[in-house]
């Protein structure tokens, strides 16, 4: 099979590479749609430079082999079932997988290629083979939903951890592609009215047409929003967080979902905090309850609207390159690699 491997900053070839075969307690997936992320972006650019290395962590695809231990086991994929495919390492022994909080491993990530080359992911390929656990049926939802699965789970854990229920007021901070998926998660889950807060009119036009209660810069947020229960950001840009805070209401929470520049500090005032009961809390990654949400919302097609507004662009893995570069350098939502 062929598997996509970055080698230097906006430099990808098509490998060859053994097909997988499928343990017992695992399925061979042929690989329909991969979605390029935050990291795939900034692996092409050279923002994050580390080669060789198989990318590609948003996969779906068909299941055409199915080990022995999970073949005909009652809610395990079957041969012929779209899957959508977690592909963190959950040891299940660490201290925060026997927490619960598999998101948080602390398993080394990543895998490697026959050749020895680094995967972190490695979905940019014809075949990936993962644990039938982690392989969730997405049933006659569309490929471009299916890929989807990975960053609603996402999505589905900031808002669980969020605590957000049915009639909170909600902002979402940063209406790019991960905004765009709380929003529409948010509004599915009841938030009494969500509105956005970014600083591009065309992502805030977007948002509005997505069905956003309001659209606001965020010099303007606190006058046209109001005060908010729930507020997730999803942009790391500085002084977000204190803006973010400005909108919370008194008990309210805000979850913090972007990822920050590491040198980044902010200057809260803690009775603020105490005095008026606010959460700040950080999320970060999936876990298996969040994809097993993620995955029948797909199924069920009740975001369906939504993701269909989130594809950008569809590319065949030989174009794989075109992908990256239009991913890397345009303000796309998402960008698949693929046959769909
Ligand atoms: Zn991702
Ligand atoms: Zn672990």
């Known amino acids: 099979m062929r598997v996509a491997v970055m080698t230097a900053p906006e430099a990808v070839e098509l ?29 092409f650019a050279g923002e994050k430079p580390f080669y060789p290395v198989a990318p590609g962590h948003e996969v779906a695809g068909r299941v055409v082999e199915a080990g022995a231990a999970v073949e005909g086991i009652p809610g395990s994929p079957a041969v012929g079932d779209t899957v959508t495919i977690d592909l963190l390492t959950r040891c299940g022994t660490c201290s ?42 997405t049933g006659a939802a569309p490929m471009e939903h299916a ?4 960053p609603l789970a996402c999505v589905a854990h900031s808002v669980r951890l969020g605590g957000l229920r049915a009639g909170d007021r909600v902002a979402v901070v940063g209406a790019g592609y991960m905004g765009r998926l709380h929003l529409a998660l948010a509004r ?29 810069a965020p010099e303007e947020a606190l006058e046209i929003g109001g005060k908010q229960d729930v507020v997730f950001v999803t942009t790391g840009a500085p002084g977000v967080l204190e803006n973010a805070v400005a909108l919370c209401d008194d008990g309210g929470t805000v979850v913090l979902y972007g990822a920050f520049p590491k040198d980044l500090s902010a200057g809260l005032s803690p009775d603020l905090i105490h005095h008026h009961e606010l959460s700040i809390i950080g999320v970060y990654s999936q876990e298996p309850e969040d994809w097993r949400e993620a995955a029948a919302l797909i199924a069920a097609g009740r975001l369906a609207a939504d993701l269909d507004a989130l594809v950008s662009a569809r590319f065949s893995l030989d174009d794989v390159g075109a992908a990256l570069k239009l991913a890397a350098y345009s303000p796309v939502y998402r960008v698949l690699v693929g046959a769909c």
């Open 15 to 43: 490998r060859d590479e053994p097909t997988p075969k499928a343990g017992p307690d695992e399925v061979l997936v042929q690989v329909g749609a991969c979605g390029l992320c935050t990291m795939e972006r900034r692996l």
């Open 96 to 137: 925060a997988c026997r927490r619960g909080r598999s998101a948080l491993c602390k398993r080394p990530q990543g895998g490697a290629l026959s050749d020895g080359t680094v995967s972190f992911g490695a979905g940019l390929a014809e075949h990936v083979v993962v644990r039938a656990t982690q392989a969730y049926v």
């Open 147 to 150: 890929v989807m699965g990975e």
């Open 188 to 216: 599915h889950k009841g938030a009494a009215a969500t509105g956005v807060v970014d600083v591009s009119p065309d992502r805030l036009s977007g948002a509005r047409t997505a069905g956003a209660a309001w659209a606001a």
